[in-house]
């Protein structure tokens, strides 16, 4: 039987901001949803493509298949750097379950070996799927984008649904978890959207979020793909344009912070 593989588009050492201390962090290939304002679009396709590197100024391929043990030899470069900081791995893409058999053998490999795991899901997925890969994991960052079904649909091509049934999962297991709402223009930046998302939250009973500031970081990488971008041209959104937006929140007991 041939040696499992994954579709990887990037392994970055040193990490800071993916979870806890210092953390190598696994880009995997593959997304079912379709984010107007995402940051890494290479990062959609399940399958190696070709984007232009500035750099070399030449065509490359992004997305490289590797074997469980070849990103274990990444990783462990870095034992030590784990063990001083509480760091570890971090899991994320695209979507890591669209690669879920060979997340799964990763993190297990990992925790097999005492590394601290950490994964990013936008948890679109059957609860089946979203459970396997909540018990391989020590802390859940996963995401949500709207509070309501149609814009939700409209911009990520995916229902809200599922994700909200997982959500509630992750809840019910006291999961430690971090939930993170990417915060877009004319989207869902208003402070009436502000209130349906406590609303919702308080729901869901969830008691910590944090906000992430739309940015444009993944702008060229769509001009690199010959792809068109929604978002050309407006305007990055600051810390200090979401303290109202999280005083809001806190008004539903949960505790918010600006990332």
């Not at 995916?158 to 959500?167: A, D, E, G, T, Y």
């Not at 407006?234 to 918010?256: G, H, K, M, N, Y």
Request: aromatic share 10%.
């Amino acid at each position: 039987m041939p040696e499992l593989q994954g579709c990887i588009f990037n392994i970055q050492r040193f990490s800071i901001h993916d979870g806890p201390g210092i953390r190598t962090t696994v880009f995997f290939k593959g997304c079912p949803l379709r984010c107007t304002w995402c940051s890494n679009p290479e990062s959609q396709n399940r399958l190696p493509e070709p984007i232009w590197d500035n750099q070399k100024k030449r065509e490359i391929i992004t997305g490289t298949y590797y074997t469980v043990e070849e990103v274990m030899a990444v990783i462990r470069k870095d034992l030590d750097y784990y063990e001083e900081s509480d760091g570890g791995v971090t899991v994320t893409g695209g979507e890591v379950l669209a690669q879920k058999a060979f997340v799964l053998e990763l993190l297990k490999k990992c925790q097999e070996e005492g590394i601290h795991t950490a994964c990013e899901t936008a948890a679109y997925s059957s609860s089946t799927d979203f459970k396997e890969l909540i018990d391989c994991v020590d802390l859940l960052i996963m995401d949500i984008k709207h509070y309501s079904e149609e814009p939700h649909k409209a911009k990520t091509n995916v229902s809200l649904k599922p994700i909200l049934k997982n959500l509630d999962q992750a809840i019910s297991e006291q999961k430690n978890m971090l939930l993170r709402i990417p915060i877009i223009p004319a989207y869902n930046d208003s402070l009436e959207d502000a209130e349906a998302f406590g609303k919702l939250l308080q729901l869901h009973k969830v008691q910590n979020v944090e906000l992430l500031p739309f940015h444009q970081f993944g702008k060229s990488k769509y001009r690199y793909l010959n792809r068109d971008y929604e978002y050309d041209g407006v305007p990055q959104l600051r810390r200090s344009d979401l303290i109202s937006f999280a005083r809001i929140l806190e008004t539903f007991d949960i505790e918010c912070s600006i990332a």
